[in-house]
């Protein structure tokens, strides 16, 4: 439902928050944050990853420096 999404939508916007002024919770957030096992059993980490493999390409391109956080995207996923 639309309350649902907003929710969800709310909780990622605030652990962006979170992580900008505290990266060290990465870790934490991930696992009481995600509903995804595997993204909890990785620590939320992503594997190393070529152009044209996901919905990230966009994102990633952007991102440069390793330990960079970019704010939450919407996919068919949910709040990423």
């Known amino acids: 439902s ?3 999404e907003e929710d969800i939508k709310y909780k990622a916007e605030k ?3 979170t ?3 505290h990266p060290e919770q ?3 957030l991930v696992e009481t944050l995600s509903d995804d096992k595997l993204s909890i059993a990785d620590k939320g980490r992503l594997p190393l990853m070529t152009g044209g ?3 990230f390409d966009k994102i990633l ?3 440069t420096k390793p330990g960079e956080i970019s704010p939450p995207h ?3 996923h949910g709040y990423e």
Do not use: N, R, V
């Open 2 to 4: 639309k309350s649902d």
């Open 15 to 17: 652990a962006y928050k």
């Open 19 to 21: 992580l900008q002024e």
């Open 26 to 28: 990465f870790d934490k």
């Open 53 to 55: 493999q996901s919905e």
């Open 61 to 63: 391109s952007t991102m």
């Open 74 to 76: 919407k996919t068919k």
